[in-house]
């Protein structure tokens, strides 16, 4: 049997980062969401998916869903957005 994950312990601004990844959000969406270049987003992305192991965003996401970062409001882009 296989070990219970532990919640990762992600900065709040990583974890905001997965969500909008989850959302489907692409980089210059991100970046207009949070008011960042796409550059700054690239890096946060990158470390979102440094800290999980994630080999890419769709993993990524699969790992905060497991790992309990991802709530309901994590599956669609808002119409506001």
Same mark, same amino acid.
């Given at each position: ?8 312990? /992600? ?6 980062? +997965?969500? +909008? ?14 008011? +960042? ?11 979102? /998916? ?32």
């Amino acid at each position: 049997m296989l070990p219970a994950l532990t919640p990762c312990p /992600l900065e709040a601004y990583l974890v905001e980062t +997965l969500k +909008l990844i989850a959302r489907g959000y692409t980089n210059p969406e991100i970046g207009a969401h949070l008011w +960042l270049s796409v550059d700054a987003v690239k890096s946060r992305v990158k470390r979102t /998916l440094l800290a999980l192991d994630a080999e890419n965003r769709a993993h990524a996401v699969a790992i905060g869903w497991q790992r309990g970062l991802l709530g309901p409001d994590a599956g669609a882009k808002s119409a506001a957005a």
